[in-house]
C-alpha cells in the first residue's frame, strides 16, 4: 500500500496488479474478518466489545494528532502542502468542528476516519455475529450491510453529503460503499467459524455441506480471477468494463466480485499450505499496523512536497518508497515490546 501511494514508476507494476482492484480493498476486508474474530474470542469477558470503542477512540486521537501536525508543518515549513488543506485554512473555526467528528477529510486523511466509524457500529454489530446460531442469522445481519452498498451505487454518498457546507474535503472513500467491504469480512468470519466448527463435528450436517461446496468452488474461483487478471491488464482482447462496474471511490460490482474471488483464493492457499503466507515481516508490521499506516500518511505528505527533480525521476523515486518502507518497519521494531 506504500509503495502504491508513492506513485510510479514502482505503482505501475503493483497497483491493481492482480485484477480490478487494490491493496484498499485487502486492508478493509482483513480488518473485519481479524476484528470478528477478536470479538468472538472476548465476547465472553467484554460481551460488549468496549474493547472497539476504545480502539476507534485511539484512532481518533491518532487521526486527529496527524492532521493537527500536518497542518502546522503545511502552515510553517512545507506550503507546497498548504493546498492539501485549504478548506482548513479558509474555515478554520468550522473545520475543527467538522474535522473532529470526522466529516472534513482532506486527502490521505480519509481511511483513518472511517476505521473510526466502522469499529463503532460494530461494537453494536459485531455481538450480534457472535450470538448467530447458524449461516441464516449471519446472512441477515450481512444483507442491511449490502442494501447500503447498492445504496452506495445508487448516488446516496452525493445526497448525504449535499447537507454539509460545499467546502467540506469528503475524501475518496466513499463510507456507504466501503463500510461494505469491512462487514462482509466480519460476516465471512463469522459464518466460517461456525461452519467449519460443524463440519468437523459432522461433515454431512448443512453446516459441512456449505464447507465441501467453498471447496469445490475453488477452481472456478481460479479460473475467473485468471480471466479478470487478465482482462484488466489487456492480455484479453475485450473492451474494459465502464466506470460503474470497477469503480474504486463507490466499490463497483465487478470490482467487489474480482477482490472476493481473490480472496477465496487466498483462503484456499492459507487451507493448503498454512504457513505459505506466513512472514516474520508483515507480522511485525501488522501487530502495530496504525502506528506504521499513521506514519506512512505523513511519508506520503513529505514525498509530494518534495521537488518534482526528485519525485519523477530515478533513482529517487525508487530509492525513497523503498527506504520508507524500510523505515516503517523500523518503526514496528521500536514499538516492539522487548522480551
Avoid at 463510507?175 to 469480512?185: L, R
Amino acid at each position: 500500500m506504500t509503495l502504491d501511494h508513492f506513485g510510479r514508476p514502482i505503482s505501475y507494476y503493483l497497483y491493481q496488479c492482480f485484477g480490478f482492484f487494490s491493496a484498499a480493498e485487502g486492508f478493509f476486508f482483513l480488518s473485519g474478518f481479524v476484528g470478528m474474530l477478536a470479538a468472538t474470542s472476548k465476547q465472553a469477558k467484554d460481551p460488549s466489545q468496549s474493547w472497539m470503542r476504545s480502539r476507534a477512540l485511539r484512532i481518533w486521537k491518532y487521526h486527529c494528532i496527524t492532521l493537527i501536525c500536518l497542518c502546522i508543518i503545511a502552515a510553517w515549513f512545507l506550503p507546497t502542502l498548504a493546498g492539501n488543506f485549504k478548506c482548513i485554512f479558509q474555515h478554520p473555526v468550522q473545520s475543527i468542528l467538522w474535522s473532529a467528528l470526522l466529516i472534513n477529510t482532506p486527502e490521505w486523511l480519509d481511511v483513518l476516519p472511517l476505521y473510526v466509524v466502522f469499529l463503532v457500529l460494530g461494537s453494536v454489530l459485531f455481538p450480534l455475529f457472535v450470538k448467530a446460531k447458524n449461516k441464516t442469522q449471519v446472512f441477515l445481519l450481512w444483507v442491511p450491510s449490502l442494501a447500503v452498498w447498492i445504496g452506495a451505487q445508487l448516488g446516496l454518498r452525493d445526497a448525504v453529503n449535499s447537507i454539509f457546507p460545499s467546502w467540506i474535503a469528503h475524501g475518496d472513500f466513499d463510507p456507504f460503499a466501503w463500510q461494505f467491504i469491512y462487514f462482509t469480512g466480519a460476516a465471512v468470519a463469522a459464518w466460517w467459524k461456525r461452519a467449519k466448527a460443524q463440519y468437523d463435528a459432522n461433515p454431512q450436517s448443512s453446516e459441512g455441506c456449505a464447507v465441501r461446496v467453498v471447496k469445490k468452488l475453488t477452481p472456478a474461483v481460479l479460473v475467473v480471477l485468471a480471466f479478470c487478471f487478465l482482462w484488466s491488464h489487456q492480455f484479453i482482447p475485450l473492451q474494459l468494463p465502464g466506470d460503474f462496474w470497477t469503480n474504486k471511490v463507490h466499490v463497483g460490482p465487478l470490482r467487489f466480485a474480482n477482490f472476493f474471488c481473490f480472496m477465496m483464493c487466498i483462503a484456499w492457499i492459507i487451507r493448503t499450505w498454512p504457513a505459505a503466507l506466513d512472514f516474520k515481516v508483515t507480522n511485525l508490521i501488522g501487530r502495530h499496523s496504525l502506528d506504521v499506516y499513521t506514519a506512512h500518511i505523513v511519508l506520503i505528505y513529505f514525498w509530494f512536497a518534495a521537488p518534482g527533480s526528485i519525485r519523477y525521476h530515478g533513482p529517487w523515486n525508487v530509492i525513497v518508497p523503498v527506504a520508507a518502507c524500510v523505515l516503517l518497519w523500523a518503526l514496528s521494531r521500536i514499538r516492539e515490546p522487548r522480551k
